[in-house]
């Protein structure tokens, strides 16, 4: 039974930082893609970064280019998300997912809370 769970989510002001953490098992992680994505009231579920199994490839979201970093330890089977200069806008709850590559979007996370206050 594979399961993700996130942490590291809080109240941080405009300008802050927070990393999250997704700590995962059940699976053989070193193998799958993981990511983060994100969901503010009222809108839809949002791409924010992905990073190959090996770590050799990164993908990040527009909105979070160049200030949040995604980063993984296989041995602990742990994804991180340092966020950095964060926004209002950047309020929502952040998901972790991962999964081979042929579905890397197989299991999530329950979600933690990011609250960015102005």
């Known amino acids: 039974q594979v399961q993700l769970v996130e942490s590291g989510g809080g109240l941080v002001q405009a300008g802050g930082s927070l990393r999250l953490s997704c700590a995962a098992s059940?699976?053989?992680?070193?193998?799958?893609?993981m990511g983060w994505f994100r969901q503010a009231p009222g809108l839809e579920r949002e791409f924010v970064a992905s990073?190959?199994?090996?770590?050799?490839?990164?993908y990040y979201g527009d909105s979070v280019k160049g200030r949040f970093t995604i980063s993984r330890d296989n041995a602990k089977n742990i994804v991180y998300l340092q966020m950095n200069s964060l926004k209002p806008e950047d309020t929502a709850i952040y998901y972790c997912?991962?999964?081979?590559?042929?579905?890397?979007?197989?299991?999530w996370g329950q979600g933690t809370q990011v609250t960015v206050s102005s």
């Open positions: 059940g699976g053989t992680f070193s193998r799958y893609t």
């Open positions: 997912a991962v999964g081979p590559a042929s579905n890397p979007l197989k299991y």
């Open positions: 990073m190959w199994p090996s770590g050799a490839k990164t």
